[in-house]
């Protein structure tokens, strides 16, 4: 028998419009449970009023607190500038609704065990928005390093690197707003973060370097009114993990010319494969022949072999998108719900990944390695 999962989903932002296409699309995937896009909220009422026009939710508010309320809501999706995730999530949460917030789930660690053990005590499912992890081939890539298919691994080199805040004429904005936590290792840095402990596992210790960039920017667009900046724009980390490699990552807001440089190199003794999210359709792998002259990657193309890469395209080398793998992301969201099994990344791995930019900033500051 069909089961209805009423949805409701805060913030109509670049991330509520990616939330609102995913839970629609995952409508036409899912099994006996069946997302129904209930209500949205917005503190700006026309945009909340546009979003549920455009994407067919039932109502709309501009309180995000009618949607805890809402007896026809099952579950949140938080899709809000970062300061507010911790309170709409605890909300939720003590309401008994299944939540899905995005990331970075909270300012730091401490505010994010709360929220994970909070969603502990509800017996809610939860998930955070890592949803670069969802990519068929980097699943794939998980897999083959666990078969040993590159051997013992040696190293690891990852990085987050895009350019929208290079200018420093772009304004100050909740991004900035270091009550909402850290800056680039944060906002960037927790995908390269989380994507390193999907691959190889947890990080026992780090060293990072945090700089920032551009000190001051305008208030707001075409002010000449500046405002101090607190947060970072470049993160630099050295780390370890349990596993006995070592490795290197950053996050940087400010790197000319790069749109969505998210990448890894992962070495082993016997290969290595390397990724690059501006050619998320392809990751390239590396295994030694016994002949010299014919050593050198390849390319995987995504296709129906790697799941649920099916679920979209019937051909290989036809490519998925971004709004795809957020569609996964709910999709094993419901699959959650339905089983009670945690498809991840939930709130205890989102607090892990926040774990590592707390130490990123204590490392920076006092100039030290830092133990997890």
Request: net charge negative; glycine share 10%.
């Amino acid at each position: 028998m069909m089961r209805k999962l009423g949805v409701g989903l805060i913030g109509t932002g670049f991330m509520g419009k990616a939330h609102a296409m995913a839970w629609r699309s995952a409508a036409s995937f899912s099994g006996e449970v069946q997302p129904v896009l209930i209500s949205v909220a917005d503190i700006d009422g026309v945009a909340a009023e546009n979003a549920a026009a455009k994407y067919g939710f039932q109502r709309w508010t501009s309180k995000w607190q009618d949607l805890i309320d809402d007896p026809e809501i099952d579950v949140i999706s938080i899709t809000s500038p970062n300061r507010f995730h911790a309170e709409q999530s605890l909300a939720a949460l003590a309401a008994g609704k299944h939540v899905h917030c995005e990331k970075p789930l909270a300012p730091n660690s401490d505010i994010a065990e709360q929220m994970y053990r909070a969603a502990e005590k509800a017996g809610v499912v939860t998930q955070v928005g890592f949803n670069y992890i969802k990519n068929p081939l980097l699943k794939h890539a998980q897999t083959l390093i666990a078969e040993g298919e590159i051997g013992e691994i040696t190293g690891f080199r990852g990085i987050h690197a895009e350019d929208f805040m290079v200018s420093p004429q772009v304004p100050w904005s909740w991004r900035l707003d270091p009550t909402g936590g850290a800056g680039a290792v944060a906002d960037l840095g927790s995908h390269i973060l989380g994507i390193a402990r999907f691959l190889l596992g947890p990080v026992t210790e780090l060293f990072a370097d945090l700089d920032t960039v551009v000190k001051q920017r305008p208030e707001r667009a075409g002010s000449s009114v500046m405002k101090s900046v607190e947060v970072d724009d470049i993160a630099r980390l050295t780390v370890r993990f349990a596993r006995g490699c070592a490795g290197y990552i950053e996050a940087n807001w400010v790197a000319s010319g790069h749109k969505m440089q998210l990448g890894f190199e992962v070495t082993g003794t016997q290969g290595s494969l390397i990724f690059n999210q501006e050619r998320f359709n392809e990751l390239q792998l590396f295994r030694f022949d016994k002949n010299e002259a014919s050593n050198g990657f390849r390319t995987i193309v995504a296709g129906p072999d790697h799941a649920p890469y099916g679920l979209f395209c019937p051909a290989p080398g036809h490519q998925i998108g971004f709004n795809d793998l957020k569609t996964i992301e709910i999709l094993e969201f419901i699959e959650s719900i339905q089983s009670g099994k945690a498809a991840g990344p939930d709130f205890k791995e989102a607090y892990e990944i926040q774990r590592l930019v707390d130490a990123s900033l204590m490392s920076s500051r006092e100039r030290t390695w830092v133990s997890l």
